[in-house]
């Protein structure tokens, strides 16, 4: 099963993504983007691929060790990026922000606890941000540049601030109308302030 440690998020931060990603849609011809659905949107912080069903237990175990080293925690959510760049973007994203470090440090420390289990350390460095939508293979330079030009258009934007009490684990599912989540485990954050 594939599987990934993620932050939920509020259903009025997810109803104001579906607002931009609607906002981005019409802008954009619809077959040059996959949009995500909105409760499809989370703040990935591990993604640890096909694990088998005998190490279930301990990807669980590995995720609680993590929660009472961290109290909840206030974020941004904000901004319109691309990856990798602006003149062949591939991810649409609403960027992420938490300038006291204490994000960060949730995720190295989840990823972490998945090493000493033998998973592979991610290689990039950890960008927080939540996925509107994928352009699709074989996209034209002209596309490319319209994804580019909406991105530019619509931004800055300023969607709240958010808190993180609680970090979960998913199943993910490959259907052919997209992807389905199904949360494993829930952790709370339980360092008191």
């Known amino acids: ?27 954009i011809h619809t077959r040059i983007i996959r949009w995500v659905r909105p409760e499809g949107i989370h703040l990935t912080l591990k993604f640890l691929g096909d694990v088998s069903d005998g190490k279930l237990e301990a990807v669980k175990a590995a995720v609680r060790t993590v929660g009472p080293h961290f109290s909840p925690f206030e974020y941004s959510v904000g901004n319109l990026g691309c990856f990798p760049n602006a003149r062949r973007p591939r991810v649409i994203w609403v960027g992420v922000q938490e300038p006291s470090g204490r ?7 989840i990823e972490q606890a998945y090493q000493t289990l033998g998973f592979e350390k991610e290689r990039r460095s950890f960008h927080p941000h939540l996925t509107l939508g994928r352009v699709r293979r074989g996209v034209s330079h002209a596309e490319h540049q319209a994804v580019a030009d909406a991105i530019i258009n619509v931004a800055p934007i300023s969607l709240g601030d958010y808190r993180v009490e609680e970090i979960c684990l998913y199943r993910s599912e490959l259907k052919p109308t997209g992807a389905v989540y199904t949360k494993l485990l829930v952790v709370r954050l339980e360092k008191p302030s």
């Open 103 to 109: 994000l960060k440090a949730l995720q190295a420390e």
């Open 1 to 27: 099963m594939r599987l990934f440690v993620a932050i939920e998020l509020p259903t009025d931060l997810r109803r104001l993504l579906e607002e931009h990603s609607d906002t981005l849609s019409s802008m």
